[in-house]
């Protein structure tokens, strides 16, 4: 089956600075890539996905890339803010529709 | 429509109980997903419907566990004789069937004594 591996587990930043979070796939039949925030005590939060026939998408300041080839995807985030502080997750779908997901990236980011 | 919910937020009961959740999808996703989440660990699936038909369910689901989904719309989570070991956050989510994108609820926290 699938395996996802995220990484760093975490992640400090100072405000105003980026953040990158990294991911591989091991099942080359995964197309489909999502990102997820989890703040405490809530459940996961879409932010961002990609599709395999897609090398990179962005909206405002966060922005993924997927390469295919290579079997990794990245999390980018652009003049981080303190309310960006949360836990990220990755995941892929592979032949059914059923996420997995990496272990997650706590970001947080000090004023 | 306001998203899943999932109810109750959080359960506290002695080893040897049985629980039960219930999870409320978005009316027009035909496809709902349970999931397991522990602490600091990302969330593992534990089993999908598409309507009312149970399609997969993780080696993870021992018999104790059980789901249903009798008329494809809500869903319930049954842990038969719990054990401290169940204790996590159990999330719901649903989708359209072909659309990718889930969207969870804000989980049931677990705790088992």
């Known amino acids: 089956g699938e395996n996802v591996e995220q990484h760093p587990s975490t992640l400090s930043v100072q405000e105003g600075d980026s953040a990158v979070i990294k991911c591989t796939y091991s099942?080359?039949?995964?197309?489909?890539f999502p990102w997820y925030k989890q703040e405490l005590g809530k459940g996961p939060q879409l932010i961002i996905d990609?599709?395999?026939?897609?090398g990179e998408k962005k909206d405002q300041r966060i922005a993924v890339t997927l390469n295919k080839t290579a079997k990794h995807f990245s999390l980018h985030i652009t003049e981080t803010q303190p309310e960006d502080s949360a836990v990220y997750f990755c995941a892929a779908i592979g032949g059914f529709q059923k996420l997995v997901f990496g272990t997650g990236t706590r970001l947080l980011v000090s004023p | 429509d306001t998203g899943v919910s999932q109810d109750p937020r959080h359960k506290i009961t002695k080893r040897g109980q049985n629980v039960t959740f219930r999870c409320d999808p978005i009316?027009?996703?035909?496809?709902l997903y349970w999931y397991r989440q522990t602490l600091g660990q990302g969330p593992e699936f534990l089993t999908y419907f598409q309507n009312e038909a149970q399609l997969e369910k993780s080696r993870l689901l021992s018999d104790r566990f059980s789901a249903e989904r009798p008329k494809g719309s809500f869903s319930t989570l049954e842990i038969q004789r719990t054990e401290q070991g169940d204790s996590a956050m159990y999330l719901c989510?649903?989708?359209?069937?072909?659309?990718?994108?889930?969207?969870f609820g804000s989980g049931t926290r677990l705790t088992v004594v």
């Open positions: 099942d080359s039949a995964s197309n489909y």
């Open positions: 989510a649903s989708s359209f069937e072909g659309n990718y994108g889930y969207t």
């Open positions: 990609i599709r395999s026939n897609v």
């Open positions: 009316s027009e996703h035909n496809r």
